[in-house]
């Protein structure tokens, strides 16, 4: 058998890539329903006879490339790809400079026809960047592993992005840094007195960047925080002005009951996504888990959440095996990546959290962000293939040497039985 098929086959095919390709397969079924009332040109009507199934159709291409990202991130060793960390942070600080001075409400850049956020693109790099620099920066000296370093490290590292983001008004995108730090801080062994006093500061400076730093960098910021926390007091909330998206989709999650109304259901049927209710424009991106509950209904909801669950019991489980810290810290990061999507996302749309605007992974038609999440979702899985293959081991010779211990293991214990009578 060929090192190829034998990588292929070292995949953790069930449950891991069976979640994944499930998420994704039914957020093509959802984008079809949530975007069929987006405005779309005449040739597109055309071709596809509604919006709905042209978004569809996008999100499969999308899925395509995605998929040559993901099973040639898992085969390669994360040890090599992690080498492009640097590089890749470099290209899109850059972008994310370049689309500061863009003349585009949410920031996105062209290249070769494709758009894209940059914002996004500086995450999955500065993930890249902080396990790579945890994990070989001690190596050179010791002292470059105490923890005032290594706090450094994750702080410059995310510092940088944060900011930029922040200066473009993406509250969204920059929140998902905060636990993608914590658990960075948490599994790259900073001890609990220096967390907990980096809290305490955090606390404290709470008051400051709301009301001097967040207005200077988001215009919409502090609305949209002060509007959710008026409805959190049940205070009144003018409806059809900054209330509209977040009381219309709460109100579609709240009513669809056990069943939902059904797929892709009219107005006849009771949809509030047919009437226009849910903001039709980003119903398939950042609003679809509103389409989703209304839709599915609360057993449609509770799947999905019970599946992005086992996905990210799956990337910690797979952490927990690593074979180094820098595995060990990839794939707890891309957890807490998804998990800040995930929680943000679904937050909005049930007001446990203020309108951020941020895409739904796997699910929601977001175009590179499908591509940016199966690469992590093979990063994940290539810790998994190699953890244990060793540093200028082959896994050939891993799995060599893995049989040879497990051999001597039932020697031992055949021996044991025998010098006990057993």
């Not at 709905?52 to 040639?72: D, P, Q, R, T």
């Not at 090599?80 to 370049?98: Q, T």
């Not at 790099?125 to 010791?142: E, S, T």
């Amino acid at each position: 058998m060929t090192p190829f098929l034998k990588k292929l086959l070292r995949l953790n095919w069930i449950p891991f890539v069976l979640l994944v390709y499930g998420l994704l397969i039914f957020g093509v079924f959802m984008i079809e329903s949530a975007a069929r009332h987006v405005a779309v040109s005449p040739e597109v009507l055309d071709q596809y006879g509604e919006a709905g199934k042209y978004f569809s159709e996008m999100h499969k291409k999308w899925i395509a490339v995605g998929s040559l990202v993901f099973f040639g991130a898992a085969l390669v060793d994360y040890r090599w790809i992690r080498w492009f960390g640097l590089p890749f942070y470099v290209v899109s600080l850059v972008l994310m400079a370049k689309a500061m001075g863009q003349d585009d409400s949410v920031h996105r850049l062209t290249i070769g026809g494709f758009s894209f956020q940059p914002a996004q693109l500086g995450v999955s790099a500065g993930i890249l960047v902080i396990a790579w620099l945890l994990q070989d920066l001690p190596k050179l000296h010791r002292w470059l592993g105490a923890p005032f370093v290594r706090i450094g490290i994750i702080g410059l590292v995310s510092a940088v992005p944060f900011f930029m983001v922040m200066k473009m008004g993406d509250m969204g995108s920059a929140l998902v840094w905060l636990p993608v730090v914590v658990v960075a801080l948490l599994v790259g062994g900073v001890p609990f007195r220096h967390m907990s006093f980096m809290a305490l500061i955090g606390v404290g400076m709470v008051p400051l960047l709301y009301f001097i730093a967040l207005p200077m960098v988001s215009e919409r910021g502090p609305e949209r925080i002060d509007t959710w926390l008026r409805m959190m007091r049940g205070l009144e909330v003018d409806i059809t002005d900054e209330g509209y998206a977040p009381h219309n989709i709460s109100m579609a999650v709240g009513k669809a009951g056990w069943k939902g109304v059904g797929w892709k259901a009219n107005t006849e049927q009771g949809s509030l996504h047919a009437k226009a209710f849910i903001p039709r424009d980003t119903a398939h991106n950042d609003y679809i888990f509103a389409v989703v509950a209304e839709e599915m209904g609360f057993r449609g909801s509770l799947l999905l959440l019970t599946a992005y669950a086992l996905l990210l019991v799956q990337c910690l489980f797979i952490a927990f095996y690593s074979r180094d810290m820098g595995g060990r810290m990839l794939a707890s990061m891309v957890a807490a990546l998804l998990f800040a999507h995930i929680f943000e996302s679904i937050g909005m749309c049930v007001l446990l959290t203020p309108i951020t605007g941020i895409p739904l992974p796997f699910v929601s038609y977001s175009g590179t962000f499908v591509v940016i999440c199966m690469m992590m979702m093979g990063l994940v899985q290539s810790v998994w293939i190699h953890r244990n293959v060793k540093e200028g081991m082959n896994i050939e010779a891993a799995e060599s040497k893995s049989r040879a211990e497990n051999d001597e293991g039932r020697g031992v214990s055949r021996l044991a039985r025998v010098g006990t009578g057993g």
